[in-house]
């Protein structure tokens, strides 16, 4: 089966500072998502990747899928208190479009 | 206009009652799923439906019984719950595209807590 594995499990970071989240797949990634939770609310959708190489950014979020198309990584420029939340990568199943997979999630605290 | 909804939003109650989950999506889409989050925050699927027909059943205990009446609604009854059955469940809901990738609209989650 599929395996997304993300790290750092959590993050405390200083308003202000860069910080980057990554999630490894076991298998070739054939679509990657990239989703937001805030505490008590539900998943928000930030960016889906899909080719090798390929590099989104929505305001200061920037993620990037590899060339192999087996790692992604989300780039927090200059974060603010309102980055903090819990992020999750997400992927299709392979050879089964309906099944979809999380990774288990990164807990990012911003202090202001 | 919400595009996907879950009725209640917290749920508190005792061991051995039955209770359901609502789901509803004004999207159009094809496919709704349910997704069960534990206490470390990992998402897990458990059902998926697509236009009312069962396509991934994951290994869940029989006391969970989804319900699709119309494709724009998924329901999700659990019989005689356990304590841990606690957790925050998701419905989510995407576009059926042949071939193809899609993204998936989630609800706002149901907070279940058996006591």
């Known amino acids: 089966s599929q395996e997304l594995e993300q790290s750092p499990q959590s993050l405390i970071v200083q308003e202000g500072k860069n910080l980057t989240i990554n999630c490894t797949s076991s298998?070739?990634?054939?679509?990657l998502y990239w989703y937001k939770q805030k505490y008590g609310e539900g998943l928000i959708f930030l960016m889906m990747?899909?080719?090798?190489?390929e590099e989104k950014s929505h305001e200061k979020i920037t993620a990037k899928l590899d060339e192999k198309k087996q790692q992604s990584s989300l780039h927090i420029t200059a974060s603010q208190p309102s980055h903090a939340g819990i992020y999750l990568c997400?992927?299709?199943?392979?050879?089964?479009?309906?099944?979809?997979?999380f990774g288990s999630g990164t807990k990012l605290n911003v202090k202001p | 206009d919400t595009a996907v909804s879950q009725t209640p939003k917290y749920l508190v109650t005792q061991m051995g009652n039955d209770k359901s989950i609502k789901c509803e999506q004004n999207?159009?889409?094809?496919?709704m799923y349910w997704y069960k989050q534990d206490s470390k925050k990992f998402l897990k699927i458990m059902f998926s439906?697509?236009?009312?027909?069962?396509?991934i059943n994951e290994t869940v205990p029989n006391r969970f019984s989804p319900k699709s009446p119309d494709k724009a609604h998924l329901n999700l009854h659990i019989n005689s719950l356990e304590l841990g059955d606690s957790a925050v469940y998701f419905c989510?809901?995407?576009?059926?595209?042949?071939?193809?990738?899609?993204?998936?609209?989630f609800g706002p989650g149901t907070r279940l807590t058996v006591t």
């Open positions: 439906y697509n236009n009312k027909e069962l396509i």
């Open positions: 997400g992927a299709d199943g392979v050879g089964n479009f309906n099944k979809f997979y």
């Open positions: 298998k070739t990634l054939y679509g």
């Open positions: 999207l159009g889409h094809d496919t």
């Open positions: 989510a809901s995407s576009q059926d595209i042949l071939g193809g990738t899609y993204e998936q609209y």
């Open positions: 990747l899909q080719k090798g190489g």
